[in-house]
């Protein structure tokens, strides 16, 4: 396997620079072998951890904040609100760093999965969120991604109009990807991790919800010269949607950085094979995924993102989709906490 060292350009490096960032992750993150697991699909496979970034249990969302906590403390924010499903990692992540740096943090649960039990309701990242002191609201709506952020900009004048100086991380597409620039950041991670092994991989996998952590992987790999394939397995919706999201989240984080994209049509690859029955629902595959990692590997997954992208991952391996021993990269984006929420669907009950 060919050695490659890449670094970020210089120009890119200094732009990244001009945007105001607070510390939040441990990084770099370790990528480890997953050598059982591998060797049952036939691959070599790796897993890059970002589930110990360290911030309230982990998880990938500590590198996204760390530019919207940026932007609210430039702008002298006492308080951050934010939107997203019952048992968001974004918001767990986002009240715990409300914390450390002393802001009050209003955060809006959506409806966005429906049929669940009481542990849903109570526990996992809900029951840490209430630990973290964070104000909750409900949103009855889980496809409504303006609606959501509309609301926050009304519970924001209300702060507002009270003497706070609140700071809104949006929802909808419509606006900057600032959070993106966490995985241009993470993306040269990687690629001085690829160059310290003095290996490449043949395939990055990684979840695509939101599209800030695809966007912003892909966009960092191929300003860091990687062409290295960067699979996404959808989480929220299909593919071809997604496929326009990414696109978008790619020409947006450009615009931000004012340069041209490094991101091609061709290099968005999107597989939905694992969504089915739809955002944060489990199934018997991404059941099986999750016990699957955890015996071959003692590697807890969970069940609304890291498991649909294993189910996922597993699928293509067993479908062909890379030759014997091909080295494959699994982004563990965490979200462990959900599993505390889910116990029910995962034992069968």
């Known amino acids: 396997m060919r050695a490659l060292n890449n670094p970020m350009k210089p120009t890119l490096l200094n732009r990244l620079s001009d945007f105001p960032r607070v510390p939040l992750t441990q990084a770099p993150t370790p990528i480890e072998s997953l050598p059982r697991l591998g060797a049952e699909l036939g691959i070599e496979l790796f897993v890059k951890r970002d589930d110990m970034t ?19 403390r430039a702008a002298k924010a006492d308080t951050i609100l934010i939107t997203g499903a019952k048992q968001s990692n974004f918001i ?29 309701a109570r526990s996992g990242n809900v029951l840490l969120m209430d630990l973290l002191g964070a104000k909750q609201y409900t949103y009855p709506h889980g496809e409504d991604e303006a609606g959501a952020d509309a609301r ?14 609140p700071y809104v991380i949006p929802l909808a597409p419509n606006h900057p990807p600032l959070g993106a ?34 966007g912003g992987l892909l966009f960092g790999l191929r300003a860091c010269s990687r062409d290295v394939p960067v699979q996404g397995i959808c989480v929220r919706r299909p593919a071809d949607p997604q496929a326009d ?36 629902q489990p199934s018997e595959a991404v059941n099986e995924a999750i016990r699957l990692t955890a ?55």
């Not at 690629?191 to 939101?210: K, L």
């Not at 293509?316 to 965490?334: M, S």
């Open 54 to 72: 360290g911030l309230a249990m982990g998880g990938n969302k500590a590198r996204q904040l760390e530019f919207y906590f940026g932007a609210a």
């Open 92 to 120: 767990r992540m986002a009240a715990a760093a409300a914390a450390r740096l002393g802001m009050a943090a209003h955060v809006q649960l959506e409806n966005r999965v429906p049929g669940m039990g009481a542990d849903y």
């Open 152 to 165: 926050l900009h009304e519970l924001a004048a209300e702060i507002r109009a009270q003497g706070g100086r």
């Open 181 to 214: 620039l966490g995985y241009v950041v993470a993306a040269q991670e990687i690629s001085d991790q690829m160059a310290a092994s003095e290996q490449d991989f043949d395939c990055v996998v990684v979840a695509s919800g939101s599209g800030l952590t695809h």
């Open 245 to 280: 999201r990414i696109a978008s989240k790619c020409q947006e984080i450009a615009a931000m950085l004012d340069v041209a994209s490094p991101v091609t049509a061709q290099d968005i690859r999107l597989d939905d094979g694992a969504l089915a029955p739809g955002y944060g």
């Open 295 to 349: 015996t071959r590997e003692g590697l807890l997954l969970d069940p609304v993102y890291t498991g649909k992208v294993m189910a996922g991952l597993i699928a293509l391996a067993r479908g062909g989709a890379w030759p014997k021993g091909a080295r494959v990269l699994f982004i563990h984006t965490g979200g462990t906490p959900a599993l505390f929420a889910y116990g029910e669907e995962l034992r069968g009950k």
